[in-house]
């Protein structure tokens, strides 16, 4: 056999080998597809081609997926693109559902996302990713600010050093009793820390978290009141976790702003925030991601 023909054999056995490679992949990938469509169903997604369907011995620990959001090459502090570059592609970083012994993946969020929905809607544990834990756990720092407590020494340990929180607590439970509320920013508040709608009347309420041994006293009302010659609210109401110097309950009455003391903050806590010894379980809705959810962790601009 000439060089010419020992070659032109070599590369027919190397075409062949490669033919078979991936021949045997698409196999692999068609029985790892019907292996994952007889356990979990959903041929119409796992099927199409930029799904990738994977299977190991062992299943997976517990089930989870990734989300790798797209980004710009070139990109600004918010993400956005950078428009000092002409070529500027996109970086998909892929997405991965591991579940039972399969790893399905795929580059767009938004359509491995549409596979974790399917399977929900099925009633499959499919777990959590990242995004979603993190905003299970801001779900439940917000229902552990808005439940009841059991004492005013309760509040004051759980808001002294977080007033802001104080206030979205007050409001929180205004909300609940029927009233629209807006919390002022931290700074330029203009007197008052919640604006309060109902019923086509106005309030303006003040907040403060003081405790036991730290009474309101009379110019705290007067700032109130003074903030109201520029808003011109229909009510006025202080809200406090301690209690009112006497000036301040004289000055009160004539002024006519409402008051709460700890003790009554602490009974409409129970009333209409809730008690219990544990934080009640939070509806999946509040913190589980679905298509239009993901889309906001798309970088700025990427569906203008």
């Known amino acids: 056999m000439g ?10 056995g190397l075409a062949g080998a490669l033919a078979a490679l991936w021949v045997g992949r698409v196999l692999w990938w068609r ?11 959903h041929r119409d997604l796992v099927g199409l081609p930029d799904y990738r369907t994977r299977m190991q011995l062992r299943p997976w620990p517990e089930p989870s997926f990734d989300l790798g959001f797209p980004r710009y090459t070139y990109a600004t502090h918010d993400g956005s693109p950078d428009r000092r570059h002409a070529e500027n592609p996109i970086i998909w970083p892929g997405c991965a559902l591991r579940l039972g012994r399969y790893t399905v993946t795929h580059p767009d969020p938004c359509a491995l996302m549409t596979l974790v929905d ?6 499959v544990d499919v777990g959590s990713c990242a995004e979603e834990r993190e905003r299970l756990a801001r779900e439940r720092a917000r229902a552990e600010r808005e439940r ?12 002294q050093d977080r007033p802001t929180d104080f206030e979205r607590y007050c409001a929180a439970l205004f909300c609940k009793m029927g009233y629209s509320a807006r919390v002022t920013p931290p ?9 309060l709608d109902a019923g086509g009347e106005t309030w303006l309420v003040e907040c403060k978290c003081y405790g036991s041994g730290h009474p309101v006293s009379r110019p705290a009302i007067q700032k109130l009141v003074g ?19 006497q000036p301040a309950l004289a000055y009160a009455r ?9 003790e009554r903050l602490v009974e409409l806590g129970q009333q209409v925030g809730g008690r219990g010894p544990e934080a009640p379980e939070l509806p999946k809705a ?5 298509q239009l959810s993901v889309r906001r962790y798309y970088p700025p601009g990427f569906y203008a």
Do not use: K, M, P
């Not at 060089?3 to 027919?12: D, K, P, S």
């Not at 399917?118 to 009633?123: A, C, P, Y």
């Open 187 to 195: 700074t330029n508040d203009g007197g008052y820390d919640i604006r």
């Open 227 to 245: 903030a109201n010659s520029v808003q011109q609210a229909d009510h006025l109401l202080f809200v406090t976790t301690s209690t009112y110097a």
């Open 254 to 262: 004539q002024a006519g702003v409402q008051l709460i003391d700890g």
């Open 3 to 12: 060089n010419g023909q020992l070659i032109t054999a070599l590369v027919l």
């Open 286 to 290: 509040r913190w589980q991601l679905n």
């Open 148 to 159: 009841g407590a059991r004492s005013t020494q309760e509040l004051v340990e759980r808001f």
């Open 118 to 123: 399917v399977l929900r809607l099925d009633g």
């Open 31 to 41: 029985l790892c597809v019907a292996s994952f469509v007889r356990r979990y169903g």
